[in-house]
T-cell receptor, first 113, second 114 residues
Framework: AQSVTQLGSHVSVSEGALVLLRCNYS??????LFWYVQYPNQGLQLLLK??????LVKGINGFEAEFKKSETSFHLTKPSAHMSDAAEYFC???????????FGKGTRLSVIA | EAGVAQSPRYKIIEKRQSVAFWCNPI?????LYWYQQILGQGPKLLIQ????????DSQLPKDRFSAERLKGVDSTLKIQPAKLEDSAVYLC????????????FGSGTRLTVV
């Protein structure tokens, strides 16, 4: 069965600094990988997805993630943090398009002015 | 395109009472999911529907939780009787038949059991 580990329940960065949120997955078959963002009192919004095409995936709001099979990782990055990026971020995996997404526990990103 | 609609947004009930949540997915999305998100944790799947049939309900506590999706469109999730540990946000999501484009989530229903 697939699983996701997000390292760091809370990450704090200064405005303008690099954002790096870590995600490692476990899957017995080539995975589908996703990053979602959740703002307070809202549902989850899709940031980006990897579905076996290019290993470097670009998403919304300047975020991108790189699929590294050898490291079973799918870390999320953004070159320059903005105050509006403060939110909860979830990594999710599916071992095919038909199986439900399995989510990590989330990483709360704080951006300091 | 209208999003996934959920109601109510908030609900407070006493333990042992019953409660129901409603979800209307995006038009044309065949697959509907209910997830439970406990404070500080990631969403956990409760049940997956494909049209009006259940695909996966292995993590649904069937002694107290039930869900249905009549006519393959909107869905209702019920808890009866509620326990304190059911306090959570209940998220509904929908996708096309194959979910590799990702899911669209509703805003969720925040349930507090006192």
């Amino acid at each position: 069965a697939q699983s996701v580990t997000q390292l760091g329940s809370h990450v704090s960065v200064s405005e303008g600094a690099l954002v790096l949120l870590r995600c490692n997955y476990s899957s017995s078959v080539p995975p589908y990988l996703f990053w979602y963002v959740q703002y307070p009192n809202q549902g989850l919004q899709l940031l980006l997805k990897y579905t076996s095409a290019a290993t470097l995936v670009k998403g919304i709001n300047g975020f991108e993630a790189e699929f590294k099979k050898s490291e079973t990782s799918f870390h999320l990055t953004k070159p320059s943090a903005h105050m509006s990026d403060a939110a909860e971020y979830f990594c999710a995996v599916s071992d095919s398009g038909n199986t439900p997404l399995v989510f990590g526990k989330g990483t709360r990103l704080s951006v300091i002015a | 395109e209208a999003g996934v609609a959920q109601s109510p947004r908030y609900k407070i009930i006493e333990k042992r009472q019953s409660v129901a949540f409603w979800c209307n997915p995006i038009s044309g999305h065949a697959t509907l999911y209910w997830y439970q998100q406990i404070l500080g944790q990631g969403p956990k799947l409760l049940i997956q529907f494909q049209n009006n049939g259940v695909v996966d309900d292995s993590q649904l506590p069937k002694d107290r939780f039930s869900a249905e999706r009549l006519k393959g469109v909107d869905s209702t999730l019920k808890i009866q009787p509620a326990k304190l540990e059911d306090s959570a946000v209940y998220l509904c999501a929908s996708s096309h038949r194959r979910g590799n484009d990702g899911y669209t989530f509703g805003s969720g229903t925040r349930l507090t059991v006192v």
